[in-house]
């Protein structure tokens, strides 16, 4: 199902705009990032908990992998948005089909490097044996798939933009109810091994692109395909647009990298599974959060580019709100339920994972008082074509914050690991604070009348 994208973004009274595209958003980021959460479920049920270790530990290379075409789609929607609103289509359609010639050739080139890597890649993060082995199995579906998956997460912003708000969540959903089908299928029934953990969630994304991409090969969308033309500054344009997601992207990872590295060495296979548990409770959590704030993003640059920035400032009062409720159910649930969490991943799990677990869990539950803050923050500036103040939140968030904490926190052993999250939670609420209040005043400027 399309919607009228120009009137939606322009004409729609803010908080119905919102129930009609953050919500739906919001399921489909869900929907689409539940394939990682059943990933971890299915491997460590199925294969056990060296695997699930494995898994955690090739994780962030995976996302990095994909961290370029993430890059790509973000950046261009931004300003494909704006040039929909200057009234600017052809533009908007040249953005849209160089955007998607690069994706699939960074794929090629990240996947060919990952695939030769991996091994080192696993030995210098200091795993051994069956441990190093499974995730270099794991890492090397997900490299050689790249060229023709990567492109997925371009495409539901495309999606979006062109008013298949509804048809996207669909997408999504069909994605990981695929993935999670063809998983249990190869895990549960053939008893292969990791590797195909990964092909089947690779299948189903490919697949998925295939179908995403229907309405544009056929013409039917408000983008279109036609013959690219590149330029200098409209490549600088998506780079800096994309920025402040590729950057959360490599540093994010670059952290999760270095944790994962302190991990094996303080407390080995055991302390990897929580971490990756943690990181399981946040791959549910943060896509409601990014789903509310991104689906909202053309919407907001579209008015951006047409000036009307009351309506930009309605929207985002919308985004910040919705935020900050999903943020503190998000601390009950996690506080109140670490065991059942715990389990959920770890089904046979001893007394030593389940009380590290629960700890660490209940610690881990007060990131999301502040959460909601720096990520409500990030996608506003993004969203209005700012993305240095975007970039140093992302950047802070991910990387700065967190190894500055370690340092400060290294006394406390694997409590101070845990404590780590909440901590540069509310460091980055407040650094966003401060953006908010630098950039206040062209935030408040009157609207121009057509």
């Known amino acids: 199902m399309r919607n009228n994208s120009t009137a939606l973004f ?127 199995q794991y890492l090397r579906v997900y490299a050689l798939c790249s060229p023709v998956t990567t492109i997925i997460f371009a495409a539901d912003n495309y999606l979006r933009i062109c008013g298949y708000i509804r048809g996207s969540m669909f997408l999504n959903i069909f994605m990981s109810v695929l ?40 013409g039917k969308a408000l983008l279109r395909f036609c013959k690219p033309h590149f330029s200098g500054k409209m490549i600088r344009q998506i780079v800096a647009c994309g920025s402040p997601n590729f950057l959360n992207n490599i540093a994010g990872r670059i952290t999760s990298i270095l944790m994962n590295a302190i991990l094996v060495r303080l407390g080995g296979e055991t302390a990897v599974s929580v971490y990756g548990i943690l990181m399981f409770a946040d791959g549910f959590i943060q896509p409601l959060l990014y789903g509310m704030c991104d689906s909202l993003q053309p919407a907001v640059g579209y008015n951006w580019g047409a000036q009307k920035y009351s309506r930009v400032r309605a929207i985002e009062k919308c985004c910040f709100s919705a935020s900050s409720v999903v943020s503190v159910l998000a601390v009950f649930v996690i506080a109140f339920f670490p065991e059942q969490i715990t389990k959920l991943f770890v089904s046979n799990a001893g007394a030593d994972v389940l009380s590290i677990s629960v700890w660490a869990l209940q610690l881990f539950s007060l990131t999301y008082i502040t959460r909601w803050l720096s990520f409500a923050t990030q996608s506003y500036m993004l969203a209005i074509e700012k993305p240095l103040p975007a970039s140093i939140i992302s950047v802070s968030t991910a990387l700065v914050f967190p190894v500055i904490l370690i340092g400060i926190l290294w006394p406390l052993g694997l409590t101070g690991i845990w404590l780590n999250f909440a901590g540069t939670s509310l460091l980055a609420a407040v650094l966003s604070l401060i953006i908010l209040k630098k950039v206040r005043p062209e935030l408040r400027r009157p609207d121009v009348e057509e």
């Open 10 to 136: 322009s004409k729609t009274p803010p908080l119905k705009l919102f129930f009609l595209a953050s919500l739906p958003g919001a399921i489909s980021m869900l929907a689409s990032a539940l394939y990682q959460t059943i990933d971890g479920v299915f491997v460590g049920q199925f294969i056990g908990k060296t695997a699930f270790a494995a898994l955690n530990l090739a994780m962030p290379f995976v996302i990095i992998n994909f961290s370029l075409a993430d890059l790509v789609g973000v950046g261009s929607a931004v300003p494909i948005s704006v040039s929909l609103g200057k009234k600017q289509g052809q533009e908007a359609n040249n953005i849209f089909t160089c955007a998607c010639l690069m994706i699939v050739c960074f794929g090629l080139l990240i996947g060919a490097v990952m695939f030769a890597a991996a091994p080192l890649l696993m030995r210098l993060m200091g795993a051994q044996g069956e441990f190093a082995e499974l995730a270099v």
């Open 179 to 218: 993935s999670a089908v063809l998983e249990f299928l190869f895990l549960g029934v053939f008893r292969w091994g990791i590797w195909a953990a990964a092909l089947a969630t690779c299948s189903g994304m490919f697949i998925s692109a295939l179908i995403a991409f229907i309405p544009f090969f056929r």
